[in-house]
């Protein structure tokens, strides 16, 4: 099966600039998640959905960050405007939904790494 | 708030050696967790998945095991290859939403 697939792999950008990212699932898979990794640390939660719904968002900041997930398949997030400290990899990843979880876990793409200077 | 500690942070062994990473988590309530591979620029490869009701995984050189009354897993490496060298990260899924919280990883570098 196709992996979650990610684009652009790697993006620079001025602070203050906004930048999108784009995330197409695993195919059938209803949970759709966006991380963020700052180098040497572990992947944090920005934003789970499920289906087209936001299941939580608690730490994303909202007053820069923003994500939509299209029709319950492809995702975006943007970042406007963005800061020094927005410099990391966001993954995306995606899951068969709560019980598939369990079972098979979650798969991720291969990450965006975002330098902003 | 669940939080996730993987210990040593980096590793260095000489190839043959096996090896054992640890991960430990303060909430015992989890459904599931995964030990997860990442290459230097690369995205996360899941390795083992144990559900929480499971004590052990097992795939080729590859073994994770879970205590979940102690909050505590282990990944065992048999035979360590300088193929291996990679970053090692452990995460737990919550039961509620089933997002994964992460550790900051374990830096393997198996010497040849």
């Known amino acids: 099966e196709a992996g979650v697939a990610q684009s652009p792999r790697y993006k620079i950008i001025e602070k203050r600039q906004s930048v999108a990212f784009w995330c197409n699932p695993i195919?059938?898979?209803?949970?759709l998640y966006w991380y963020q990794q700052i180098l040497g640390q572990g992947p944090k939660l920005l934003i789970q959905f499920q289906n087209n719904g936001v299941v939580d968002d608690s730490q994303l900041p909202k007053d820069r960050f923003s994500a939509e997930r299209l029709k319950g398949v492809d995702s975006t997030l943007k970042i406007q405007p963005a800061k020094l400290e927005d410099s990391a990899v966001y993954l995306c990843?995606?899951?068969?939904?709560?019980?598939?979880?369990?079972?098979?876990?979650?798969?991720f793409g291969q990450g965006t790494r975002l330098t902003v200077v | 708030k669940q939080e996730v500690t993987q210990i040593p942070a980096a590793l260095s062994v000489p190839e043959g050696e096996n090896l054992v990473l640890n991960c430990s988590f303060t909430d015992s309530a989890i459904y599931n967790l995964q030990w997860f591979r990442q290459d230097p620029g690369k995205g996360l490869t899941s390795l083992l998945l144990?559900?929480?009701?499971?004590r052990e995984q097992t795939s080729g050189r590859l073994n994770a095991s879970l205590d979940k009354s102690s909050g505590r897993s282990t990944l065992y490496i048999a035979a360590s290859q300088p193929g291996d060298s990679a970053t090692y990260l452990c995460a737990v899924s919550d039961t509620g939403r089933r997002a994964l919280t992460f550790g900051s990883g374990t830096r393997l570098q198996v010497q040849p």
């Open positions: 144990i559900q929480s009701s499971q």
């Open positions: 195919s059938g898979h209803a949970t």
């Open positions: 990843a995606s899951s068969l939904g709560r019980e598939g979880q369990a079972r098979r876990g979650a798969f």
